[in-house]
């Protein structure tokens, strides 16, 4: 079954201290992947994707992910986090069914920062 | 730049009462969606549309339905709102529905029913 696991519900880091947020995906094809950021109130913003190549994604805000399809993951990291970065953020697959296309969403990870 | 605007930030409405959610997007994308946020449960999918009056049932349409008779405008219809259906709905676009299409979404609309 297609399905994004995040395992971390909920993360405090300090602010300046690096930021690595986990993602697994289960999906049978080639994986498209995504990062949103919810802020509070907010809806989702687009931070990152991989459709191929490269396997390490430069995002926008500092942010970067790594696929690792041998792990089946991609996680996000922040070499140095700010208090900006507060927020929830969603990992997503993109998947094919039948006809038509869709993202099935992780369920999340609160990010908190210390200042 | 992408805009998805939702009619309302915040609603109340009673057990009961006929909802209407809007949503409008301004770059000519051929689909529209509808997920609903809870907490611990992600998102999850409502309904889509992939074309003017074509719509498709996501994961959980019980208790919705929906409206879309212009390209740029997708509604969320509850027929008889009740509070369980008291949540955070947010509604995207994306210009293709090919496997790794962005979608892109508004602000969301905080719904409460009493």
């Known amino acids: 079954a297609q399905s994004v696991t995040q395992p971390d519900i909920h993360i405090t880091v300090s602010e300046g201290a690096s930021l690595e947020l986990r993602c697994n995906y289960s999906?049978?094809?080639?994986?498209?992947l995504f990062w949103y950021v919810q802020s509070p109130g907010q809806g989702l913003q687009l931070l990152l994707k991989?459709?191929?190549?490269?396997?390490l994604v430069q995002g926008i805000k500092g942010f970067e992910a790594e696929f690792k399809r041998s792990q089946s993951s991609f996680n996000l990291r922040k070499p140095s986090v700010h208090w900006s970065d507060a927020a929830e953020y969603f990992c997503?697959?993109?998947?094919?069914?039948?006809?038509?296309?869709?993202?099935?969403f992780g369920k999340g990870t609160k990010l908190s920062v210390k200042p | 730049d992408v805009k998805v605007t939702q009619s309302s930030r915040y609603l109340v409405k009673r057990t009961g009462e006929k909802v209407f959610l809007e949503c409008v997007q301004d770059?000519?994308?051929?689909?529209m969606f509808w997920y609903r946020q809870d907490p611990g449960l992600g998102l999850r999918l409502i309904y889509f549309?992939?074309?003017?009056?074509?719509?498709e049932k996501g994961d959980i349409p019980e208790g919705y339905s929906v409206s879309r008779e212009k390209k740029e405008r997708f509604s969320l219809i509850l027929e008889s709102a009740s509070t369980n259906q008291t949540s955070m709905y947010l509604c995207?676009?994306?210009?293709?529905?090919?496997?790794?299409?962005?979608?892109?979404f508004g602000p969301g609309t905080r719904l409460l029913v009493l």
């Open positions: 770059m000519d994308h051929e689909n």
């Open positions: 999906y049978g094809a080639t994986p498209y």
């Open positions: 991989y459709f191929s190549g490269d396997t």
């Open positions: 997503a697959v993109g998947v094919w069914g039948g006809s038509q296309g869709n993202l099935i």
């Open positions: 995207a676009s994306s210009l293709n529905l090919v496997q790794g299409e962005t979608q892109y």
């Open positions: 549309s992939y074309d003017v009056k074509m719509k």
